[in-house]
């Protein structure tokens, strides 16, 4: 067999992502040791039960010791603090990387606490569940799915390059974007669909009296799938949100914009506007299920 | 064996839900026999040669002629018409009912037309898929899923309680409720899932430039939710929309204050307010996990 891709990995946070990085990379041989940490010692705790690496603790600064790559596997909001806490023991050429579902605002938070010779190169599995902490971790999480890299203009080549074929290693398919355009895709591909998943799960469960325990027990195709998407992290998607902002703001103007145009037909009986749309909403469905990502 | 709950069942539309109808009802052993009809030739075509029912014509009342239970399948804006086709046909002692995903509407276009004799109990099973047309049906559709029945207040006792024996024989649990009351539910577990659904995937549709095909290309868990349900039958939901239009604006009209609640919140970021909700949410998804209808 080839000599792995690293030495030693350390990822910073074992929930879902961190979690099933590690299943994942020792599997597939991706490096001769892999090591954890995590903020809690509870966490640490059922990591290890599960056997998630080889080791995980609660220093973060001790598991980056002499590590090859450092993966911060925190929710957003806590990327740029972990880093600080890690800057001192990392080892000149190591790679980090993170897994946020939002990019600029991590880079910004990250980026200047890098040290000089280290190689700092972001990324996003667009790949996960509605579960999370170690419990949620899985293999073949990441398979077939796209881990976008968003280099920076400054990024090493090599060190790029190194956690591309790393990120394919792990069965993703890789694409490199800006950062910019990453967080106003993802504003329209995940967090908008979160936030109206959350909206609409609320505003169900605040139609009080005797209609609530119906909406439960009748709760068919549409609210059921809702419901799952509403169940997601509270804290990963407060983070998403607070650190989107822009991008979020935007796209939901233009959903309000659109949904404003349907209250209307519906309200003025127009029953042609609304089955245009849903022909053409169809369509894009068949071509999603053509790209194999349905 | 004992004897079937009916002698002849007559199906008025043969996609999804008729079709379900036709191959659950026959492996149970509902019926002596199971004819149905649709509008055009090439679904009865279709039907035929997937063996859904016995037979399938296109002469509507024809397939009526001799049925104790006829069951309309069509969507909703042509139940009337459908019934008023069929009226002459129905014989004494008939029970007619439907499966429309709106019943106001739907029992005042149908029960002009329902002849002295004839029993008309109007129903809606809480169960579907994406699809439709008469290769969308299946077999297990209905198993352990609600159907609910919105008996008239002058409806046939023993009329009701047959037609709810046939739905508890396809598998279903049955509630009877207000026509009224079940308009209200279905507005905010699945209608307005619906609308948003549609709205949302339009949306990213019009995102146009260099974005569009790469919104399609990493659509994250959320957005392909979105697509399978923004792919549903267009003229079903025109349909439903343009019949329902009350109960659907008044919670869309709750939807849109609790969403822009939720944008003031990111605009201010007031991480908190999203935090408890996303909480909140989370608990709604566990309680329809214990009701098993998750
Ligand atoms: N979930 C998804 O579908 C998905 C998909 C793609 C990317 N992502 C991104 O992946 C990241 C992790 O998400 P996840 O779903 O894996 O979350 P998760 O399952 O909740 O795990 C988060 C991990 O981060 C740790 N952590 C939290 N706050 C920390 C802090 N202040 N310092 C150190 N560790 C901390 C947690 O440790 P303790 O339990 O010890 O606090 C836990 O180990 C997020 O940035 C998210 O945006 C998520
Ligand atoms: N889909 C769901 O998830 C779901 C769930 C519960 C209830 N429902 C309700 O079930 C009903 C049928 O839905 P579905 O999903 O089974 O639809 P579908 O698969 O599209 O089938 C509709 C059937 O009705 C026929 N039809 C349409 N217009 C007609 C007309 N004017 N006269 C006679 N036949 C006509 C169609 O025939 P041709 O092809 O010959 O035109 C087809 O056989 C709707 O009322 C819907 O609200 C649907």
Redesign the pocket.
């Known amino acids: 067999m080839s000599e792995p891709l690293f030495g030693k990995i350390a990822l ?8 099933s990085i590690a299943l994942e990379a020792r599997k597939r041989g991706l490096a001769k040791h892999i090591v954890a940490a ?3 010692a ?3 705790a059922l ?1 290890n039960k599960l056997k998630l690496a080889d080791h995980c603790g609660t220093d ?1 600064a001790e598991a980056c010791r002499d590590a090859d790559l450092v993966i911060v ?4 909001g ?2 740029g ?2 880093t600080k806490a890690i800057a001192s023991a990392l080892k000149p050429g190591c790679i980090v990387s ?5 990019k600029q605002t991590v880079i910004a938070d990250m980026a200047p606490h890098i040290p000089e010779g280290v190689h700092f190169v972001p990324a ?7 579960n ?3 419990e ?1 971790a899985l293999l073949d999480l990441f398979q077939g799915r796209w881990c976008i890299l968003t280099p920076l203009p400054d990024s090493d080549a090599d060190a790029v390059a190194k956690l591309e074929a790393f990120w394919k290693g792990l069965g993703s398919q890789v694409e490199r974007i800006d950062a910019k355009d990453h967080d106003r895709i993802l504003a329209i591909t995940s967090h908008l669909p979160h936030l109206i998943a959350y909206t609409i799960v609320g505003t169900a469960d605040d139609l009080g009296g005797h209609l609530n325990s119906e909406v439960l027990k009748f709760a068919a195709g549409g609210f059921r799938d809702f419901t799952r998407i509403a169940a ?2 509270p ?2 998607w407060r ?2 949100f607070m650190n989107n902002r822009e991008a979020v703001l935007e796209v939901l103007q233009r959903f309000q914009e659109d949904l404003f145009y349907l209250q209307r037909a519906i309200r003025w009986g127009e029953g042609d506007k609304l089955f245009d749309l849903f022909t053409r909403t169809r369509e894009i469905r068949r071509a999603l299920i053509h790209l194999h990502q349905a």
Do not use: Q
Request: hydrophobic share 35%; aromatic share 0%; net charge negative.
């Open positions: 910073i946070g074992i929930g879902l992502i961190g979690g995590t903020r809690s509870e966490t640490a990591a973060l596997c925190t929710p957003v806590a990327c603090p972990a993170d897994v946020g579902s939002v996003h599995p667009v790949a996960g569940t509605e999370s902490g170690p949620a997601s992290d804290t990963m983070d998403v």
